[in-house]
């Protein structure tokens, strides 16, 4: 094992979810748990449930009813969006890293957006299940907090040779590293036990032509990724960073792009003030 793996399987193994979300997974994996066991686990933590019903009534749902209760609010999303909803809330909180290089508000901004977008990229194509590609969106990045903050002076030189070089950063993080931002967010997704397919789609979201597994919500969120910087990061227009063949192979049009991502815009510019606030 190198000295690099090693320093970053101990800085991921100090990361954890709080103890509201270990709970909600042992109610997912228990046979007997019903919607007011959920209920109950939310409702305990007041910052937690008031969160969680602010979302649930944003425009990302856009139910016609205000949803004024824990139950209701599980038994209209269902308790895979309640459990993704956790997730996220907790995995922001838990990642509260300071660093130098990049504020953690514009970090969880160009997160939410890749989320949301990539969710209705998914909507477009008609992929089964793609409500978890918002969770996917909103935590393909979070490697890059692991290196901002525990790798500053590494990060830093990946920069510059991205930059300077005009290569993509997670080729410039392997050739420092021998890892990426993808592999680092895989590697922290697997010791919180979270899907392999979570981790495959963050490990392959930079390459997703490489994926052996989970091709299309890879590409999608390559995609959701590359529009995020365009429009957060002032990193250039989105067609400037996006290879026309990964486009292709969504089968979505550069007219479709744009329209989800004007849809997006409004519906994360609304999440923003219940979930970052």
Not at 228 to 239: C, H, M, T
Request: aromatic fraction near 6%; hydrophobic fraction near 45%.
């Amino acid at each position: 094992m190198s000295e690099i793996q090693q320093r970053l399987e101990e800085v991921t193994g100090l990361i954890s979810l709080p103890e509201v979300y270990l709970k909600v997974r042992r109610l997912m994996d228990d046979p007997n748990s019903d919607i007011y066991d959920f209920a109950e686990v939310i409702s305990v933590d007041p910052n937690l449930s008031t969160r969680v019903l602010r979302v649930v009534n944003s425009a990302y749902f856009g139910f016609p009813e205000p949803v004024d209760s824990i139950a209701r609010a599980v038994n209209m999303i269902g308790i895979g969006q309640l459990h993704n909803m956790v997730l996220g809330i907790s995995a922001i909180s838990s990642l509260a890293l300071p660093n130098d290089i990049l504020p953690l508000n514009t970090f969880w901004r160009a997160s939410l957006f890749s989320g949301v977008l990539a969710r209705l990229l998914g909507e477009q194509i008609k992929l089964s299940k793609s409500d978890h590609l918002f969770i996917a969106g909103l935590l393909h990045e979070i490697g890059h907090l692991v290196l901002y903050s525990k790798f500053p002076l590494q990060a830093l030189a990946a920069q510059k040779i991205a930059e300077g070089q005009g290569r993509a950063i997670h080729e410039a993080e392997l050739s420092i590293l021998g890892y990426h931002y993808g592999d680092i967010g895989a590697m922290l997704m697997a010791n919180w036990n979270l899907s392999e397919n979570l981790q495959s789609i963050t490990r392959n979201q930079p390459t997703p032509g490489l994926a052996e597994d989970n091709k299309t919500e890879a590409t999608l969120m390559h995609l959701a990724h590359a529009c995020a910087q365009s429009i957060l990061e002032n990193r250039g227009a989105a067609d400037n960073l996006i290879d026309a063949e990964v486009l292709e192979m969504t089968g979505l049009s550069q007219a479709e792009l744009e329209d989800s991502m004007d849809e997006a815009r409004s519906i994360s510019a609304d999440m923003e003030k219940v979930i970052l606030a």
